[in-house]
Nanobody
Framework: QVQLVESGGGLVQPGGSLLLSCAFS????????MGWYRQAPGKQRDVVAI???????TYADSVKGRFTISRDNAKNTVYLQMNSLKPEDTAVYFC??????????????WGKGTLVTVSS
């Protein structure tokens, strides 16, 4: 079994910054794609950013130029640096990872989420 634990959420004023972290622990052979998703109240969960095993990144149009996803494979951790935050960034942020646990088994795991609130 694998656990994903997010941290770094909180209340921030518009224009501020936050750094989200997501650490994985458990039976891990390797981690393939990692990503961050968010879900605002009353809305569906949407992708924010993805980073592949070779560190190729993709972003939602709404966060391009403001958010940066990165990974530390040695620490089994994925980060999301969020700058120039806007009220519309308010949501619960979830990390996601495709984790290879054996030669034949790759499982998609989710964290429990961390709340980011952007408000003055």
């Amino acid at each position: 079994q694998v656990q994903l634990v997010e941290s770094g959420g909180g209340l921030v004023q518009p224009g501020g910054s936050l750094l989200l972290s997501c650490a994985f622990s458990g039976t891990i052979l390797s981690v393939r794609d990692m990503g961050w998703y968010r879900q605002a109240p009353g809305k569906q969960r949407d992708v924010v950013a993805i980073i592949t095993s070779d560190s190729t990144t993709t972003y939602a149009d709404s966060v391009k130029g403001r958010f940066t996803i990165s990974r530390d494979n040695a620490k089994n951790t994925v980060y999301l640096q969020m700058n120039s935050l806007k009220p519309e960034d308010t949501a619960v942020y979830f990390c996601n990872a495709d984790i290879r646990q054996s030669q034949d088994t790759t499982v998609d795991y989710w964290g429990k989420g961390t709340l980011v609130t952007v408000s003055s």
